[in-house]
């Protein structure tokens, strides 16, 4: 958070979240009778009118299946189709399309890496380095594949404040690493790590890095080439697209080594009951007809976000997460959980002796949609010494009024809990 | 505040939350079962020292909510003394109380204190948190010792 915090207000102050919050028809409705103040983006975000529409363009109107059809609505989805893995390309800069390739969502795509890539280059004796911020998604498949070969987890430790210790990391890297995989933002702290140092340092010892970018998209200019990562997966809900459409970047050169992950049509260029010859990239990795409108959807997101620029995004949330930081600190028996110095707009917190859960019903009462619980990171919250904690994550389109609403409904669970 | 939320956190239920009754393994425990709600994080281990068919004493351990603890607070205070089937036709009333809320044939003035239990079913997203402890006292029951999740 120590990042030009007044170069960054100048650029947000053009920013009008009111006004934008009304492309997002489910932000603008009652909940108990109370205006919806929808603090829960980190778990998936609303989407702007304009990508639903899209979805709702493509079954009235385009609604086929792509890559096979010679029929005039086939042609139009599949050029919608893929238009849009042009547009993820640029959105991301990666080096060709042929490195984009369409998942259900960043969970598959780590899947994908962990049974491809992860099979064939993990061996017995070998490891997998993660962090100790990893949400389940990216922790999860490491585990399968090292209980397959005999491999061992290995996790980068962090600080109180969670980030994560790069001296630490720096003796993990062993020669039987073979794969580095960690967040590039963390969903339950907001931290946002040092992912180029973290790929350097790898590639320094040859090994290659998968980023899990689920929480970095919606807030942050990501750059593939410049980050020289190995491998990025990211959602497309969380970055105000669909449910069931994200992405695997992934570098030509791995890629194109690395064996099919599902098997199916699209998939293959021929077969035979003997043999069957794969597809070239991406569509070796895209088995079965795909989400279509998830990814016209998506698109259409990519074009939103691309409008307002990340950079815009980028300083109105920064400026969002000073003041909310600031406001809550001020709430008595507040202990805000995960205080790193390079935050992206989550806040994590505990509230005197009352539980999350508790703290999220009676917020919720209030019209305040926030999350509590593990947050799918039940090793992180044993890390801290915690069972749960409530969480407010912010997007472009909440204001400072929003975080005031926050704390004036902390202050009815104080009432409350007395 | 709205009266569901007053009905949801009355005196007793913070009153129990903050201070459970029988918090604890009771002396010569015989019995004892676990119980998670995997998407809170709520655990509770529940012990019991049956003597014959007779709860002589319970007691719990666990972190939680303030309705997962008031809940497990409560129903040890209302099962020392108790059967097993006095206690398995309590967590059958508690059960529907909780869970079907107005359209259950149990009427909340007959269970006494756990009556506070009943503003649970206005909120779907809280009443695993009430029942945790009861699926947990089953399972204790029963004997058969595996843990109990709620999902």
Same mark, same amino acid.
């Given at each position: 958070?120590?990042?030009?915090?007044?170069?960054?207000?100048?650029?947000?102050?053009?920013?009008?979240?009111?006004?934008?919050?009304?492309?997002f028809p489910?932000?603008n409705q009652?909940?108990h009778?109370?205006p $919806? +103040?929808?603090?829960?983006?980190?778990?998936?975000?609303?989407?702007p009118r304009?990508?639903i529409?899209a @979805? =709702? #363009?493509?079954?009235e109107e385009?609604?086929s299946?792509i890559?096979?059809?010679?029929?005039?609505l086939?042609?139009?989805?599949?050029k919608?189709y893929?238009?849009?893995?042009?547009?993820?390309?640029?959105f991301?800069h990666?080096a060709s399309p042929?490195?984009?390739?369409f998942v259900?969502?960043?969970t598959?795509a780590i899947?994908?890496?962990?049974?491809?890539?992860?099979?064939t280059?993990?061996?017995?004796?070998?490891?997998?380095?993660i962090?100790?911020?990893?949400?389940h998604s990216?922790?999860?498949?490491?585990?399968?594949?090292?209980e397959?070969?005999?491999a061992?987890?290995?996790?980068?430790?962090?600080?109180?404040?969670?980030?994560?210790?790069?001296?630490?990391?720096?003796k993990l890297?062993t020669?039987?690493?073979k $794969? +580095?995989?960690v967040a590039?933002v963390?969903?339950?702290?907001?931290t946002?790590?040092?992912?180029?140092q @973290? =790929? #350097?340092?790898a590639?320094?010892?040859?090994?290659?890095?998968?980023?899990?970018?689920a929480?970095a998209?919606?807030?942050?200019?990501v750059?593939v080439q410049?980050?020289?990562?190995?491998f990025?997966?990211?959602s497309?809900?969380k970055?105000?697209?669909?449910?069931?459409?994200?992405?695997?970047?992934?570098?030509?050169?791995?890629?194109?080594?690395?064996p099919p992950?599902?098997?199916?049509?699209?998939?293959?260029?021929s077969?035979?009951?003997?043999?069957?010859?794969?597809?070239?990239?991406?569509y070796k990795?895209?088995?079965?007809t795909p989400?279509?409108?998830?990814?016209?959807?998506l698109g259409?997101?990519?074009?939103?976000?691309?409008?307002?620029g990340?950079?815009a995004i980028?300083?109105h949330?920064h400026?969002?997460?000073v003041?909310?930081t600031?406001?809550?600190?001020?709430?008595p028996?507040?202990?805000?959980?995960?205080t790193?110095?390079?935050?992206a707009?989550?806040?994590?917190?505990?509230?005197?002796d009352?539980h999350p859960?508790d703290?999220?019903?009676?917020l919720?009462r209030?019209g305040i949609a926030i999350?509590?619980g593990h947050?799918?990171a039940q090793?992180l919250?044993?890390?801290?010494?915690?069972a749960?904690?409530?969480r407010?994550s912010?997007?472009?389109?909440?204001?400072?009024e929003?975080?005031?609403?926050?704390?004036a409904?902390?202050?009815?669970?104080?009432e409350?809990?007395? | 505040?709205s009266?569901?939320?007053?009905?949801?956190?009355?005196?007793?239920?913070?009153?129990?939350?903050?201070k459970?009754?029988?918090?604890?393994?009771?002396?010569?425990?015989?019995?004892?079962?676990?119980?998670?709600?995997?998407?809170c994080g709520d655990?509770?281990?529940l012990?019991?020292?049956?003597?014959?068919?007779?709860?002589?004493?319970i007691g719990?351990?666990?972190?939680g909510c303030?309705?997962?603890k008031?809940?497990a607070?409560l129903?040890?205070?209302a099962?020392?003394?108790?059967?097993?089937?006095?206690?398995?036709a309590?967590?059958?009333?508690?059960h529907s109380?909780i869970?079907?809320?107005?359209?259950?044939?149990?009427?909340?003035?007959?269970?006494?204190?756990?009556?506070?239990?009943?503003?649970?079913?206005e909120?779907?997203?809280r009443v695993k948190?009430?029942?945790?402890?009861?699926?947990t006292?089953r399972?204790?029951?029963?004997?058969?010792?595996?843990?109990?999740?709620?999902?």
């Amino acid at each position: 958070m120590s990042t030009t915090a007044n170069s960054v207000s100048a650029v947000a102050a053009g920013f009008d979240a009111a006004q934008l919050s009304k492309d997002f028809p489910a932000l603008n409705q009652l909940v108990h009778g109370k205006p $919806l +103040v929808y603090l829960d983006n980190a778990a998936t975000s609303q989407k702007p009118r304009s990508v639903i529409d899209a @979805i =709702i #363009r493509f079954y009235e109107e385009d609604c086929s299946n792509i890559h096979r059809g010679v029929h005039l609505l086939s042609e139009r989805a599949t050029k919608a189709y893929e238009e849009v893995r042009l547009a993820v390309q640029q959105f991301i800069h990666a080096a060709s399309p042929a490195e984009v390739i369409f998942v259900r969502g960043a969970t598959e795509a780590i899947n994908l890496v962990a049974q491809s890539y992860g099979r064939t280059h993990v061996q017995a004796g070998d490891a997998v380095l993660i962090s100790a911020m990893e949400h389940h998604s990216n922790i999860v498949p490491w585990q399968i594949l090292c209980e397959e070969k005999g491999a061992k987890l290995h996790v980068i430790p962090m600080n109180d404040r969670g980030e994560l210790l790069l001296e630490e990391y720096e003796k993990l890297l062993t020669p039987e690493t073979k $794969l +580095v995989a960690v967040a590039h933002v963390s969903n339950a702290l907001g931290t946002i790590n040092p992912v180029r140092q @973290i =790929i #350097r340092m790898a590639h320094e010892r040859g090994i290659p890095v998968l980023v899990d970018g689920a929480q970095a998209v919606p807030h942050l200019q990501v750059d593939v080439q410049d980050l020289d990562c190995d491998f990025y997966a990211f959602s497309g809900h969380k970055m105000y697209g669909p449910t069931g459409i994200g992405i695997l970047y992934g570098k030509q050169r791995l890629l194109e080594a690395m064996p099919p992950y599902q098997g199916g049509g699209d998939m293959i260029s021929s077969v035979t009951f003997e043999k069957t010859t794969y597809n070239k990239l991406p569509y070796k990795f895209e088995a079965g007809t795909p989400d279509i409108a998830g990814a016209i959807g998506l698109g259409a997101a990519i074009d939103y976000v691309s409008r307002l620029g990340l950079d815009a995004i980028a300083a109105h949330e920064h400026e969002l997460l000073v003041h909310a930081t600031e406001a809550l600190r001020q709430v008595p028996g507040l202990r805000l959980v995960g205080t790193a110095k390079e935050k992206a707009s989550v806040l994590s917190f505990l509230f005197g002796d009352v539980h999350p859960h508790d703290i999220g019903t009676i917020l919720d009462r209030e019209g305040i949609a926030i999350r509590t619980g593990h947050h799918c990171a039940q090793p992180l919250m044993r890390r801290l010494g915690v069972a749960a904690t409530a969480r407010a994550s912010l997007a472009f389109y909440n204001r400072r009024e929003d975080v005031d609403v926050l704390v004036a409904g902390l202050h009815k669970v104080r009432e409350v809990f007395g | 505040m709205s009266s569901e939320l007053r009905d949801l956190y009355q005196e007793v239920i913070i009153d129990h939350s903050r201070k459970p009754r029988n918090f604890g393994k009771p002396e010569g425990a015989n019995r004892n079962a676990e119980g998670v709600n995997p998407l809170c994080g709520d655990q509770i281990t529940l012990y019991l020292k049956l003597s014959g068919d007779v709860i002589e004493d319970i007691g719990f351990q666990g972190a939680g909510c303030a309705i997962s603890k008031a809940s497990a607070s409560l129903m040890t205070a209302a099962l020392k003394k108790k059967t097993k089937a006095e206690a398995e036709a309590l967590f059958e009333r508690v059960h529907s109380m909780i869970s079907e809320g107005p359209k259950s044939k149990v009427d909340p003035e007959e269970l006494g204190k756990l009556a506070v239990l009943s503003g649970v079913w206005e909120f779907p997203a809280r009443v695993k948190c009430a029942t945790l402890a009861w699926h947990t006292l089953r399972s204790a029951l029963d004997g058969a010792g595996a843990p109990v999740s709620t999902e």
